[in-house]
T-cell receptor, first 113, second 115 residues
């Protein structure tokens, strides 16, 4: 099993560019989430989903969009990149309520110049 | 709103000594609690969870955690630390009721185990 696959691993964007971070899981997990990790600030939730067709905002959703058209995929779109979005992004998935802990992807290191 | 506090940015212990990494939480419904570990330049790995049942839960690599409802705490423990345990540790909470899909993480605690 591949688990949670994130692509790309590294990306450099210019301010104002848009891009999509891909996330796919092959464990039939209901829950999927996107987090960003910044030094000294832990993991902050951007968006999350409890199933196909259902998404909701986390703590820091501004500047990001998500969709969940299938159980497997949960892409994160940066609409117009800003230097403040320089971060490491993690996608995670888990079974539904009461289930196991998250399985995390290996992360995407994004730099916006 | 749910929240997690990890009051110590850094914990230093000598190899062979017991270790504790502290976590307190706030959630309106039943708490689902988790610990994760992040080794340098790597992703996060699940260590253990508390959903219901025994207050002492055991997880990977010899770690355990004690759930204390009255103190709203979920401290991570290990009887004998190893140098290889040095890493960044995160506590997380999920509301088992209405917001079950949303997990909130603490800011993390860096554990350093010295030989």
């Amino acid at each position: 099993n591949a688990g949670v696959t994130q692509t790309p691993k590294f990306q450099v964007l210019k301010t104002g560019q848009s891009m999509t971070l891909q996330c796919a899981q092959d464990m039939n997990h209901e829950y999927m989430s996107w987090y960003r990790q910044d030094p000294g600030m832990g993991l902050r939730l951007i968006h999350y989903s409890v199933g196909a067709g259902i998404t909701d905002q986390g703590e820091v959703p501004n500047g990001y969009n998500v969709s969940r058209s299938t159980t497997e995929d949960f892409p994160l779109r940066l609409l117009s990149a800003a230097p403040s979005q320089t971060s490491v992004y993690f996608c995670a998935s888990s079974y539904g309520a009461g289930g196991g802990g998250y399985t995390f992807g290996s992360g995407t290191r994004l730099t916006v110049v | 709103a749910q929240s997690v506090a990890q009051p110590e940015d850094q914990v230093n212990v000598a190899e062979g000594n017991p270790l504790t990494v502290k976590c307190t939480y706030s959630v309106s419904g039943n708490p689902y609690l988790f610990w994760y570990v992040q080794y340098p330049n790597r992703g996060l790995q699940f260590l253990l969870k508390y959903i219901t049942g025994d207050n002492l839960v055991k997880g990977s690599y010899g770690f355990e955690a004690e759930f204390n409802k009255s103190q709203t705490s979920f401290h991570l423990k290990k009887p004998s630390a190893l140098v290889s345990d040095s890493a960044l540790y995160f506590c997380a909470v999920r509301d088992g009721g209405t917001n079950a899909g949303k997990s909130t993480f603490g800011d993390g605690t860096t554990l350093t185990v010295k030989p």
